[in-house]
């Protein structure tokens, strides 16, 4: 299969096994096997325009979408959504980076202009 994908950012899985791949124009997460192989491709209308990724030293993967306002977090296996971390509701708009804490126990997210966002999470 002939995949056309531009990626816009990537993260690696704390194992190494795995990467995680978002394209902004195409509303995709894809997740590779470390040889390349194509394990998963996730889409969802809560992820339009996906800006940020991280994957936590846990494997947790967060996504943001920075047209939907939202932030995610997805299954290690790249197939399915976990949780609506964060949406509009609670003061998102247009989030560009994500990222986890351990030592605060807090998801950080930029958003345009440097306006930064901090969720506490347990």
Request: hydrophobic share 40%; proline share 4%.
């Amino acid at each position: 299969m002939l995949l056309c994908f531009a990626a816009s950012k990537c993260a690696v899985s704390p194992t190494g096994d795995r990467l995680y791949i978002i394209s902004y124009g195409q509303d995709k997460l894809l997740t590779l096997a470390r040889d390349g192989t194509l394990l998963a491709i996730y889409t969802d209308p809560a992820l339009r325009g996906p800006y940020g990724l991280h994957v936590t030293p846990a494997g947790q993967v967060l996504v943001c979408g920075y047209w939907s306002g939202t932030v995610l977090q997805v299954g290690w296996e790249g197939e399915s959504k976990l949780a609506n971390l964060a949406t509009e509701e609670d003061g998102l708009r247009w989030p560009e980076s994500v990222c986890y804490s351990s030592t605060t126990s807090s998801i950080i997210v930029g958003q345009w202009r440097d306006n930064i966002l901090v969720f506490r999470v347990e």
